[in-house]
């Protein structure tokens, strides 16, 4: 009987730890980016945490290709290399980001950070697609509000595309 308590008990840990533990994903379908002579294009996500507390993030750029997007700084710079981000976004990561993602950092309560593909290679492209993954611990449905754009250097002009219709994930 004992025994059978403890299994109830150690269940109940397991079911409740899931419970309070928030997570979320959506797709950006597509971003260009491109340098060359005349300018670059820029895709930037602007991704806004709505909640009272941080948000672990996760951005994963896939390539035209499949393959995944990666830093070519060998260093966790938010202001070098191709991926880039804001200064205050927590725990940033591209270097050493996970096998199979671009990037990682945290999102503050209530606070929007950005993240970009900035090439510095003329006459280089990359295109794909990108998903955006979040955590946190806590028991939120969701946690973001996403928006991207693509800036046009060429042009000095940013097109605005709402990610997941604008609505929360
Ligand atoms: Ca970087």
């Given at each position: 009987m004992k025994k059978r308590l403890t299994l109830v008990v150690v269940f109940g840990l397991f079911i409740t730890s899931n419970a309070f533990a928030g997570s979320g994903s959506a797709y950006l379908p597509h971003f260009f980016s491109e340098y060359h002579s005349s300018g670059q294009k820029r895709p930037v996500i602007y991704l806004t945490n709505i909640t009272g507390s941080a948000v672990d993030v996760t951005v994963t750029f896939f390539k035209h290709d499949g393959t995944v997007l990666t830093e070519t700084?060998?260093?966790?710079?938010?202001?070098?290399?191709?991926i880039r981000g804001s200064s205050?976004?927590?725990?940033?990561?591209?270097?050493?980001?996970?096998?199979?993602?671009t990037v990682v950092f945290t999102i503050p309560a209530g606070q929007q950070s950005t993240t970009y593909i900035e090439i510095g290679t003329i006459n280089t492209v990359h295109q794909g697609y990108a998903l955006i993954e979040w955590k946190q611990t806590?028991?939120?449905l969701v946690a973001l509000i996403a928006e991207a754009a693509e800036y046009d250097s060429a042009k000095n002009d940013r097109s605005y595309h709402a990610i997941n219709n604008g609505l929360p994930f």
């Open positions: 700084d060998t260093t966790d710079n938010y202001n070098g290399g191709i205050n976004a927590t725990g940033y990561k591209d270097y050493t980001a996970p096998t199979g993602t806590g028991n939120n």
